[in-house]
């Protein structure tokens, strides 16, 4: 339930915001949401500095842009990468083939659901780092012929529609993350459940738990939105276990709702970038028997801002 009822009068009002005008590219959002799609931008070449700045301000507004028929090469794919800041591994997930730094999210069509993440939740990708990821950005290779969308949360709304009591106890509050398990975890279960992990990273103990504001601000807009989900989640700061579980089971529940979501279909040599700090995701397990490819760079991000830093 909110306690504010914010009154929008006139304009056209998506994801929050007033839709800006683009003048450059063309944008068509997905949803009331989250997430557009932008067409007349080929990531083969350098981007000029107009068109650079309106898919900068779409990615900012929207928090997921969708790039179709991107038929481009690794290189191509890092160097449009950088345009979002510096890339950087990641200590659990396979790189693709010899790029250290790029990803792979591959599942053959004879292996079983398990071997690339399934959380069943949305999630952001590895909060637990000092600097978690800004954005990744991913392009198919290989899709199903169906199902094995990608789905997304808008947090800055799941943040704007919290009522103002709560907005005040969150403001204050860290939460500590952890990916220190992962590895042991994965050992104990059966090896037809296990996910395909990487057997060595660069990343120190220390850098796999840390404590973030819940209430994260981006530095660039000014904008807060929830940073509080399930994976890879130990506690709040100060709060018991059972507290903990508590609040975090009913903020998780809110980025369930669907008006808060926007769903990706893939297709071949469709390219995502979302934002990793203000969007949670998921995949969706629905291509049993199905090849699904999808290969990605990671931009590390700032150290997460709260309200009162
Ligand atoms: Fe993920």
């Given amino acids: 339930?909110?306690?504010?009822?914010?009154?929008?009068?006139?304009?056209?009002?998506?994801?929050?915001?007033?839709?800006?005008?683009?003048?450059?590219?063309?944008?068509?959002?997905?949803?009331?949401?989250?997430?557009?799609?932008?067409?007349?931008?080929?990531?083969?070449?350098?981007?000029?500095?107009s068109v650079l700045e309106e898919v900068m301000q779409a990615f900012n507004h929207f928090g997921v842009i969708v790039f179709r028929h991107q038929d481009i090469t690794p290189e191509q794919h890092k160097a449009f990468s950088r345009y979002f800041g510096e890339l950087t591994e990641l200590p659990q997930a396979p790189t693709y083939g010899n790029h250290e730094d790029m990803q792979e999210v591959r599942r053959e069509a004879d292996e079983p659901d398990s071997v690339v993440p399934s959380f069943e939740t949305f999630h952001v990708d590895s909060p637990f780092l000092p600097r978690p990821p800004k954005c990744i950005i991913m392009r198919a290779l290989d899709v199903p012929r169906f199902g094995g969308d990608t789905a997304f949360s808008n947090a800055y709304l799941v943040y704007e529609d919290l009522s103002d009591a709560m907005k005040e106890l969150l403001e204050g509050l860290q939460v500590v993350y952890s990916g220190k398990h992962i590895w042991a975890n994965n050992e104990k279960?059966?090896?037809?459940?296990?996910?395909?992990?990487?057997?060595?990273?660069?990343?120190?103990?220390?850098?796999?738990?840390?404590a973030h504001p819940v209430v994260r601000v981006n530095?660039?807009?000014?904008?807060?939105?929830?940073?509080?989900?399930?994976?890879?989640?130990?506690?709040?700061?100060?709060?018991?276990?059972?507290?903990?579980?508590?609040?975090?089971?009913?903020?998780?529940?809110?980025?369930?709702?669907?008006?808060?979501?926007?769903?990706?279909?893939?297709?071949?040599?469709?390219?995502?970038?979302?934002?990793?700090?203000?969007?949670?995701?998921?995949?969706?397990?629905?291509?049993?028997?199905?090849?699904?490819?999808?290969?990605?760079?990671?931009?590390?991000?700032?150290?997460?801002?709260?309200?009162?830093?």
């Fill in 189 to 210: 279960l059966p090896p037809e459940r296990r996910l395909r992990l990487r057997d060595h990273h660069q990343f120190t103990e220390d850098q796999l738990e840390s």
């Fill in 219 to 309: 530095p660039e807009t000014g904008r807060k939105g929830l940073f509080a989900t399930t994976s890879y989640f130990q506690r709040f700061v100060g709060w018991s276990q059972e507290e903990s579980r508590v609040l975090l089971d009913h903020l998780q529940g809110l980025f369930q709702r669907l008006h808060y979501h926007c769903r990706v279909k893939w297709e071949k040599d469709t390219l995502i970038v979302w934002d990793n700090r203000f969007t949670l995701h998921r995949g969706v397990h629905d291509y049993a028997n199905e090849r699904r490819h999808l290969i990605r760079t990671t931009v590390i991000g700032e150290r997460p801002i709260g309200p009162k830093d």
């Fill in 1 to 49: 339930m909110t306690t504010t009822t914010q009154i929008r009068t006139g304009g056209t009002i998506v994801a929050g915001l007033p839709f800006p005008e683009f003048r450059h590219i063309a944008v068509q959002p997905m949803t009331g949401a989250c997430g557009c799609e932008i067409s007349g931008v080929d990531l083969r070449e350098p981007l000029s500095d």
